[in-house]
């Protein structure tokens, strides 16, 4: 291995975190849905595999938003499909 | 209703000549049709057993009617197993991953493993693939030494074997494939992603082949009374002759030789059958000489079942007609002939309350004379639902009878409201809902001012109309979809429909500079308007009689409490603004709804970026913008008679000073041009950094050039003020530019290709009347002459040159961003905003948790701004804010 790139000091990706049980479920109550109905992110994306996200963690992103300013999104861990 | 069943589960898999057989009804044999008496011949392709298509007989199956039988399959028995063109890549992948001799897979039970993995392992869903799989390796439970698979397209295999050092291709008939095909485990099929209880792969291999119900291949009767046959049924009398012929020799032992000919011409015939574009395979072709539609065609691409048929919707209460302008006409009316208004109804349901209207509609009957009659209405249906069609003869007996519960289907009339659209519908905007003005003329008409969001113009332009026919539908497309509220475009938020051509020109020529009106013309300027008495004259003239500003005129149009400053499209930039003294009276002020100074042009009210138009939608609201536009329009079209406006041939003529100027200019420039030439020649060229010299020397050249071509502009520019039409309309910003007007007085200047000066044609130069490498202006496309000179033939070619790219590069553009819309429309299509402000899919899954992510409908804001702070603000101050 050559040097390792810490993705999440890059400027372009947004802060990631990993939820708490309770969050999560606030936030499905907030929104009325079921885990399956958040959207969705691969197990092996680089910014989850550096905070160390596993398969059915929910993950927040805090983005700088160009229309509100700031941004939270929440994603469902997956598992990537073979092809 | 429909039955309210749920599809739980669908099957893909395929056919195995068991259920062929199963489903088939008849076996067929013979490739003939109908007999001499047009009788179908039992066993051939028309078999009754089938299911029918002429009226009259009855399906030998079910015993139903030609209505209401839905057809049979049949089936041939194929001489000797033919391969299924559409899976070729599943024949080839298996025959590479499986054994030659036992076919089992070429893997160790323990190499699949870690692959595919246990059941409810980390990998469970994974397949074994062809890369897997090493090539020419030994088989691993036979030890049989495995071969190279050849595929040739569209449907040979073969096998390929070393003999003295020379390599053998050994031909798989389709028997053989079969054979190795059935032996495949189903173990191993299911760790190659094959679900062998539904698709057991030897079943890619037809041995018996389904023949389609009648129904699906209806034959039609020529005007001669002769029968033409459906592609399908030509290409399956083709499949039974061969395989008839076939089995013949097979039976009388002919030579192999002339088997496998058969053999191949049986397997090209279900080829074209199956798929008639497959890649190396002649197309089967009519007597005519046209390709043969057969089962592929049927489905594929834009015209497919899927597309064309399942998809596609036609309608009825629809007409199409060409459009034309009238400026007189409100943006939310359309014009519409008294031909297609009389032809197209709307149900309205009888009741007590209108019981006499209805009747009177009824006795005016379904003709109506002329644009002024009252409309009369085409169908009264009866309570049963019985249609009756509306006749001279009919209408008082009918109109006797209504009574509440009856619905009259009424023809249009005016102030109905009707959905208009022109296609391409890319946007929103591209159907919008008008109200009807019925009309002399075969043409729709419509305010110029709504051209912009359907990206109409009147050149031979055609548009469709809706007619709602539901009260529900009517107050939707009232509410959602009428012009008034679509304005604003939701893609800027900023207005769409507004002023364009001459409506720009017009009231740049009504409100350029202070002017004074008597009252005559001010009377004719607004004769159209809605307006109650004129304001205070602005002044008396020598005679005492009254006269009025034309800022006064215009500001008849504007809202009582409109402030604003802005900036018109005449404006220079200066370092400086002078405002109010303004040289080219391009310092737009309005205080409290009276034009103080300034020239209103496109930005004052031209569709995008019309700000007087944008800022009464803000502060007054839809309505009052559509009124102001409707003013505007009528207004502008009346400066714009008032002064008259033409271009002609001598608007671009200028003086011999400045011909003598321009040439001079251009002397000058070519001479640099060949100076630079020298000097590169010579070695002497400095290089920019990272550019060649040749690169550097290009620059410097089109650079020189550029600059004399402005030059031309200038001096043509100094010559043509105010008083010349095309300058009126690139000032203030109606059409053309000043780019134009130079290509047309002055110089044409530098054509490219590619951004770069005409580099191709004959070996070493452009044309053969120039010398070889000579890099001269004019013989890489440098245009002196303008249009209004004329082009030399060197420079008219190499117009041409140029003037391709563009053509071709619009071509290019409209069908890449054709295919990324559908393909986004196809992706977005079923997405909406939930009442929590989220963006879901019908399932509810979440796409965005809020829309846009500050929940703003860019249709309803100031350019994506949810709040216009600096209209506010400068209403308040009515002043300028930076």
């Known amino acids: ?83 | 209703m429909t039955s309210p069943k749920r599809v739980g589960r669908i099957e893909f898999g395929l056919f195995s000549p068991k259920e062929i057989r199963k489903m088939s009804v008849r076996k067929i044999i013979w490739a003939d049709t109908y007999d001499d008496d047009g009788f179908p011949y039992p066993q051939g392709l028309m078999d009754l057993n089938l299911g029918v298509i002429d009226p009259g007989l009855r399906c030998k199956t079910c015993d139903q009617k030609a209505a209401d039988c839905p057809g049979h399959f049949g089936h041939i028995e194929l001489a000797k197993p033919v391969i299924h063109v559409g899976y070729t890549r599943l024949i080839r992948k298996l025959l590479r991953v499986t054994c030659r001799s036992c076919s089992r897979l070429l893997m160790t039970s323990e190499e699949v493993e870690k692959i595919i993995g246990h059941e409810d392992s980390e990998l469970a869903g994974e397949i074994v693939s062809e890369k897997d799989i090493k090539k020419e390796r030994v088989c691993p439970h036979c030890g049989e030494q495995q071969l190279k698979i050849n595929f040739e397209k569209p449907t040979t295999f073969s096998e390929v074997f070393v003999e003295d050092g020379r390599k053998v291709e050994h031909k798989l008939t389709p028997a053989d494939i079969r054979a190795r095909l059935e032996r495949i485990p189903d173990d191993d099929l299911r760790a190659l992603g094959v679900n062998p209880d539904v698709a057991r792969p030897e079943w890619t291999i037809l041995t018996v082949l389904p023949v389609p119900p009648v129904t699906m291949r209806p034959s039609i009767i020529l005007e001669n009374g002769q029968r033409s046959e459906d592609d399908l049924t030509h290409k399956l009398v083709d499949i039974i002759r061969i395989n008839q012929r076939f089995k013949e020799n097979q039976d009388a032992g002919a030579p192999q030789l002339i088997i496998e000919d058969l053999w191949e011409l049986l397997q090209y015939h279900v080829t074209t059958y199956l798929d008639n574009e497959v890649a190396g395979c002649p197309p089967a072709r009519h007597r005519s000489g046209r390709p043969l539609k057969t089962l592929s065609q049927r489905l594929k691409g834009k015209e497919g079942r899927f597309r064309g048929s399942l998809s596609g919707k036609r309608v009825n209460f629809s007409a199409r007609t060409v459009i034309s302008p009238d400026p007189n006409l409100s943006i939310g009316e359309v014009g519409i002939p008294l031909a297609i208004a009389n032809e197209m109804t709307l149900p309205i349901r009888v009741t007590q309350f209108n019981l006499e209207e209805m009747r009177q509609y009824i006795l005016n009957g379904p003709e109506r004379p002329t644009i002024r009659s009252p409309c009369g209405a085409n169908y009264a249906i009866r309570p049963d639902n019985r249609r009756m069609r509306l006749s001279e003869a009919n209408l008082e007996t009918v109109a006797e009878m209504i009574e509440p519960g009856w619905t009259v289907e009424r023809q249009l009339k005016d102030n109905d409201i009707v959905l208009f659209n022109r296609q391409p519908s890319l946007h929103r905007m591209s159907i919008m809902a008008h109200r009807v003005v019925v009309m002399d003329g075969k043409t729709f008409r419509l305010n110029p001012a709504v051209c912009p969001p359907y990206n109409a113009d009147f050149d031979g332009d055609e548009m469709n109309l809706h007619i709602p026919q539901t009260e529900e539908a009517r107050a939707e497309a009232e509410i959602l979809v009428s012009v008034s509220s679509n304005i604003l475009s939701p893609r800027t938020g900023g207005p769409i429909i507004g002023g364009i051509h001459d409506h720009i020109s017009g009231i740049f020529l009504l409100t350029h500079t202070v002017r004074h009106f008597s009252k005559e013309e001010t009377l004719y300027l607004t004769q159209h308007l809605d307006i109650e008495h004129l304001p205070e004259p602005d002044r008396m003239d020598e005679n005492g009689n009254p006269l009025w500003t034309n800022k006064q005129v215009f500001s008849l149009v504007l809202p009582d409490d409109l402030n604003m400053v802005f900036k018109a499209s005449s404006c220079q930039n200066c370092e400086t603004c002078r405002r109010e003294m303004c040289e080219n009276d391009a310092f737009v002020r309005i205080i409290n709804g009276n034009l103080i100074s300034g020239t209103i042009d496109k930005k004052g009210i031209g569709a995008f970026d019309g700000q007087i138009l944008h800022r009464i939608i803000r502060q007054h609201g839809m309505k009052r913008a559509a009124r102001f536009i409707d003013d505007v329009t009528k207004l502008s079209i009346r400066g714009i008679m008032l002064e008259g406006f033409s271009f002609g041939i001598d608007d671009e003529d200028l003086t011999r000073t400045e011909y003598g100027q321009i040439d001079e200019v251009l002397n000058t420039a070519i001479s640099d041009v060949d100076r630079r030439i020298k000097i590169y020649n010579e070695g002497q060229l400095e290089p920019m950094p990272g550019r060649t010299l040749e690169e550097t020397l290009e620059m410097q050249i089109m650079q020189v050039l550029g600059k004399a071509r402005d030059r031309t502009g200038e001096i043509a520019g100094r010559h043509l003020g105010m008083d010349n039409s095309a300058v009126v309309m690139a000032v203030s910003g109606a059409r053309g530019s000043m780019l134009n007007l130079t290509q047309m007085a002055g110089c044409l200047g530098q054509q490219s290709v590619r951004g770069e000066r005409i580099m191709r044609g004959y070996e070493d130069r452009t044309l053969p009347h120039f010398r070889r490498n000579e890099r001269g202006a004019e013989a890489h496309g440098f245009i002196t002459n303008s249009y209004k000179s004329g082009l030399s033939p060197t420079e008219f070619f190499f117009h041409a040159i140029g003037g391709r790219e563009g053509l071709v590069d619009t071509a290019v553009r409209t069908s890449q961003s054709g295919y990324l819309q559908r393909r986004m429309i196809n992706a977005l299509q079923d997405l909406k905003v939930a009442y929590d402000g989220t963006v879901r899919t019908t399932g509810g899954r979440i796409i965005q948790f809020r829309y846009g992510e500050d929940g703003t409908d860019p249709g309803r804001s100031s350019y994506g701004a949810p709040v216009d702070v600096k209209g506010i603000v400068e209403s308040v101050l009515k002043e300028e804010v930076k």
């Not at chain 1, 975190?17 to 929104?31: F, H, K, P, R, S």
């Not at chain 1, 197990?43 to 805090?62: C, F, L, Q, S, Y």
């Open chain 1, 1 to 83: 291995m050559g040097t390792s790139l810490d993705v999440l000091n890059h400027e372009m990706v947004p802060d990631h975190q990993i939820m708490g049980e309770e969050e999560v479920a606030d936030l499905l109550a907030t929104y009325h849905i079921t885990l399956e109905q958040l959207p969705k992110i691969y197990h092996d994306d680089p910014a989850v595999k550096t905070i160390g996200g596993e398969v059915g963690n929910v993950i927040r992103i805090i983005r700088d938003s160009r229309t509100a300013g700031r941004a939270e999104a929440y994603r469902l861990v997956v598992k990537r499909p073979k092809k």
